[in-house]
């Protein structure tokens, strides 16, 4: 019995399915293999990256990285670009949109600092200078490796490099404390040892910071995360709130106002030298990754209070490596199609 | 006088006689289009047009070959380049690229039956009907003709993206007179102006042709964002700034006044 309700189930759907295979032939006047899809009000078509894309996903995916940046205090950027090229948002679009939306989430974070009197202003000012050398530089690199067609695999590349690098020292560093914890009697690092960085020259005050040392290290670290910016849309917090603690031996208390206040402006004069150098920054797509993002962070620094920080840095530690790994796989595995397209511009 | 004729005849007869092969019995074709204007707005998510007409005869259809409608559209053409990737350290890498001076951002060709029986190699080269005569037609470099492969790639990666494609029997021809056919405009349209042509042919060859444009341009916020992008680029980016920060400082307030 039940065998033949299987079999008469199996030729009323093959009977069915001929049925829809013909109207959908007939339904079928277009002349294209992907059917025109039914209007969807929430598709957004933006204006500077050329394709439709549906807001939900956009607004979900800035929200999710909101959520992980506000949960462990991180900047966010680092996931949205790579997520932007898994989407099909143009590379170059991508870095460009992703420092737009890295000064969105910045300056709340900026302001909230402020307040708690948490920034280095003279340590701030001299990362800054660093930083704005550093995009310029990189915009330039930019915009030449555009020409030259190696920009996707230069971007890659950086996302590899700089993803895998810190994803396995936080990995490190939160499996060592976890292990520390439990074992406890580790020795206690020390912020203000004697370093090769104490004995270089140029030397002014960073008083909020209680420190002595020449303006070289600051000006360096500053200018590597500013050319990060240019070429990864990224704030580089990932980068420099370690420089500084360990580099620069700066106290923990003004590290993440002065870095903020660094990205900020950093990623603020990349939008507009992007947008000005490429034409790259779309500010739909921008608004609705920071619409999704605001909130996501909000949410995010809610559930952070609650949970335990290492199992939160071991999970962060693993999804940078994931991340890492996805965009290292597309450069490895053989492509279905060797060529690409890309439209000029009319001379 | 007989020369003089004879000269008339000469100057007169390619103009006259370009699509009419058969004669004094002329079929004309009458068309047009549901709309020759495609707005993209921030909703758009591609449109459908449709193209139709009628033709036109003096006297009663010619017997023999029969009637066919063949229907191109095209986009813009713009310089395209076309890079090969291969496998460098590992990794794989652009190696070698060839610019191709133009070559339509849009094509497609819809017809009633297959292109091989219903046009002559011939009438379409004259023309430029099919994929490979009408990218070849707009502008192929010196570079680019000692690069078959390349034009080839282009080919193949526009027909994947679905810029360029064609459909045999999707143009319908009711009673050898009237014709339709519906053309879907993908969500991925570069602005400009959209060439369509109709060609009649009857054994091959073209009997009659016509033209038409479909304006496809930006609208609304789309339309201001990109001209302000390109036109005043200083101007966007420190308007990106600003929607940048007001939306992050504006949502960080508006959350404080939900839950202090």
Known sequence: MAGRVKVIGGIA???????????????????????????????????????????????????????????????????ITPLLFFIGIPPAVAVATGANQVVASSVSGVLAQLRRKAVDFRMGLVLLVGGLAGSVAGIWVFARLSAAGHIDVFVQLSYVLFLGLVGALMLNESLSSLLRARGRAAPVRRAHTHTWVHGLPLKIKFRASGLYISVLPPLLVGALVGF????????????????????????TKVVIGTSMLQIMFVTAFTTVAHAVTNQTVDILLALVLIMGGVIGAQLGARVGVRLRGEQLRILLALLVLAVCLKVALDLLITPSEFYSVTAGRLP | MIRLVILWLLLASPAAARYDTTGGEREQIVAGLSQNAVSITASYVGSEILIYGAVKRESPAPLGAPLEVIITVEGPALPQIVRRKDRRFGIWINTAEVTIDRAPSFYAVASTGPLEQILSDTEDLRHKITIPR?????????????????????????????????????????????????????????EGDYRVRIFLTRGGVVVDALERRIAVRKEGLERFFTRMAFEQPLAYGFLALIVAVVAGWGAAAAFRLIRP
């Not at chain 1, 709130?241 to 031996?249: D, E, K, Q, S, T």
């Not at chain 2, 994947?160 to 339709?180: H, K």
Request: proline fraction near 7%; charged fraction near 15%; hydrophobic fraction near 55%.
């Open chain 1, 228 to 251: 990060l910016a240019a070429i990864m849309g990224v704030g580089g917090g990932f980068i420099m709130v370690p420089a500084m603690i360990y580099l620069l031996g700066m106290p």
């Open chain 2, 134 to 190: 009408a990218i070849r037609a707009v502008g192929i470099s010196a570079e680019a003709e000692g690069a078959p492969a390349f034009v080839e790639a282009l080919l193949r990666v526009q027909t994947a993206a679905g810029r360029y494609g064609w459909a045999e029997r999707v143009v319908a021809l009711t009673e050898d007179t009237l014709f339709r056919a519906d053309v879907a405009l993908p969500a991925n349209l570069i």
């Open chain 1, 13 to 79: 759907r093959q009977v069915l399915r001929d049925k829809r295979l013909t109207i959908w032939h007939k339904a079928r006047k277009s002349w294209f293999t992907p059917p025109l899809s039914p209007p969807d009000p929430m598709q957004l078509f933006l204006p500077i990256a050329e394709v439709s894309v549906n807001a939900f996903l956009l607004l979900g995916m800035g929200g999710v990285v909101g959520f992980l940046s506000g949960m462990f205090g991180v900047g966010g950027g680092f996931l």
